[in-house]
């Protein structure tokens, strides 16, 4: 799309949706896939209170509701199989050629198809800008007609052990009814900003107890759900205010309040979008489609619309970056090394400005929304390749990448207290050169093979360095961002039971790091990441004992030669 029709496009956007933020998209550079053609307002206190408090216990019950909705979507997977087995039904052809796709097949480099921006926009009309008036739909949804998956809802899935009432949804208190009933009124006469003061009123009287018509018999996750149904207003607020950065948290916290819900992570795509930060908006796009698959969603056309986004985002976030370049090849056996070799190959001739370092991504396999299919598993997998301008930036994701627990160590003194300019260093390393392209990786990857928790770990890290910088507001848009993604990692994978206790550590530690608390412990993140330095200190003595070692046995052998050459001579 030439600059000319671009910014037509951007035009007649900026006049049909005049309250939305529109980025110009850049379309200069495209990725290869290797394949055959596929067809700041506080939470409430509440709310923080609960929050801290039933941390463990509601991570728990998550774990546990999160493998019980996975082991019943399984069981329905099996009862459709046994059912084509028994009909003498096949899959169609052409599908179950692309999930077979081999390397030795001829390696055909496909540019990944432009989305124009106008298709983006309505994805966000239909699907993100819904003015949803009944907030009883955070608490229960009636079963679907026999024979489709029943659509699961907040309170079910977060809070299992809750005995539910299908036919009478809790009452909202009849102030808090009043203020949402004219914020929404505001919001749909287009006075976005006054809308945003009501519900910014509405959540303050959640925090006052006012959520539920019995508050003295109000459930915490009841709650909850009143106050994630107002966060989701205020993002839509802003985002029409064209604020993404006051939304931004606002975002986080409703996914921290319902994870299960898709919308939230849809929503806080677009704000990831409206702020540039497109690796970002793509993961939280893919687990939307995953989220709405999960929880029962039967709709195709939803699920289309849903992937055409996360496709958008992954196209922009490749032609924004200029330090790499990207290349996925399917595959679908193990890899073994000569075939990542004729990967790297095929990657050199076909990207040759970005051969400083390749790095092939071996830690978890990758998806695109192109051919995912989440009730078929496992869908189409990919492996990523990525080619740097610079070397060192290769070197030290490889690096970063082979820990178990991924945790940035680049300290000249292990053991010392970092200076002001060291912190900045980091920091900015951090933030310009690390994050960007682990958030990348991220976007096609819904878990990692390595640990539950890696991705997560290193933004809190970086939180800690903008906490020594004192940038508050930067910290604390970091750490939710962590809470909502420690929130959705139950439903993306299964997990230990050491990794759920880690899960629930760095959940609470969070916590009390937004609400300023102390304590004579250090947070879970930075202990983890001392624990780094100390591996990388014992790893470098090692080396160095190893060179000396060598060097020394080099020269006995060197000297020895010299006395056997002086005795041959004499």
């Excluded at 006049?15 to 990725?31: A, C, D, E, F, H």
């Excluded at 955070?138 to 024979?147: A, C, D, Q, R």
Aim: with cysteine; glycine share 4%; charged share 25%.
């Amino acid at each position: 799309m030439d600059s000319g029709s671009s910014r037509s496009v951007e035009n007649t956007v900026n006049r049909v949706y005049p309250g939305q933020l529109i980025p110009k998209m850049n379309t200069s550079k495209k990725m290869s896939t290797l394949a055959n053609p596929p067809s700041i307002l506080e939470m409430p206190r509440e709310i923080k209170k609960s929050c801290r408090d039933r941390q463990v216990e509601i991570t728990i019950e998550r774990i546990k509701m999160a493998k019980s909705i996975k082991e019943k979507q399984s069981n329905d997977l099996e009862k459709v199989a046994f059912k084509r087995k028994a009909d003498g039904e096949e899959k169609p052809a052409g599908k179950k050629e692309a999930k077979m796709i081999e390397l030795d097949s001829p390696l055909i480099t496909l540019p990944l198809p432009h989305i124009p921006l106008k298709n983006i926009m309505d994805v966000e009309v239909k699907l993100v800008y819904v003015d949803e008036e009944d907030v009883s739909y955070e608490f229960v949804k009636s079963f679907m007609p026999t024979g489709i998956r029943p659509i699961y809802r907040a309170a079910e899935i977060v809070y299992p052990l809750r005995v539910l009432n299908f036919s009478i949804p809790p009452q909202i208190d009849k102030w808090l009814q009043v203020a949402l009933k004219d914020a929404s009124s505001c919001y749909r006469q287009k006075k976005y900003a006054v809308a945003a003061g009501q519900f910014r009123t509405a959540l303050e009287l959640c925090s006052k107890g006012a959520a539920l018509g019995k508050p003295f018999e109000a459930s915490s996750e009841d709650i909850a759900s009143v106050a994630s149904f107002i966060e989701t207003k205020l993002v839509m607020c802003y985002l029409r205010m064209r604020k993404p950065d006051l939304a931004l948290n606002h975002a986080h916290r409703s996914i921290v309040l319902n994870p299960a819900y898709f919308r939230n992570h849809l929503r806080q795509a677009t704000v990831f979008r409206c702020l540039e930060r497109y690796s970002e908006a793509a993961r939280s796009a893919m687990i939307a489609d995953y989220m709405f698959w999960l929880c029962g969603g039967s709709e195709q056309c939803i699920s289309k619309l849903i992937k055409l986004y996360w496709q958008a985002m992954i196209e922009e976030a490749i032609t924004r970056t200029e330090s790499f370049s990207v290349m996925y090849t399917p595959f679908a056996t193990k890899i073994r090394a000569d075939k990542i070799e004729k990967v790297k190959e095929v990657f050199t001739k076909t990207h040759p400005a970005y051969v400083d370092y390749i790095y092939t991504d071996l830690q978890g396999f990758h998806m695109l929304p192109q051919t995912v299919d989440w009730s078929s598993f496992p869908p189409q997998q990919y492996l990523l390749t990525l080619g740097f301008k610079s070397k060192e930036d290769g070197k030290f994701l490889e690096k970063v990448s082979s820990r178990k627990l991924p945790t940035f160590t680049e300290h000249k003194t292990p053991f010392g207290l970092l200076t002001r300019e060291d912190t900045v260093r980091h920091m900015e390393t951090m933030g310009k050169r690390i994050l960007p392209i682990l958030d990348f990786i991220r976007s096609t990857q819904l878990n990692s093979s390595l640990h539950a928790c890696s991705g997560v770990m290193e933004k809190l890290q970086y939180a800690s360095l903008l906490s020594q910088l004192q940038r508050v507001k930067e910290q604390s848009q970091v750490i939710n961002q962590a809470m909502a993604e420690l929130a959705t990692i139950p439903y993306l994978q299964d997990i230990s039971q050491q990794e759920a206790e880690l899960l629930q550590s760095l959940m609470a530690d969070a916590m009390d790091t937004l609400e300023g608390r102390r304590n004579d412990k250090e947070r879970v993140w930075n202990t983890i990441q001392k624990v780094g330095r100390i591996e990388d200190f014992l790893y470098q003595v090692e080396d160095s004992f190893l060179k000396t070692k060598k060097l020394r046995t080099a020269r006995r052998q060197k000297t020895k030669m010299k006395r056997l050459q002086t005795v041959q001579q004499s």
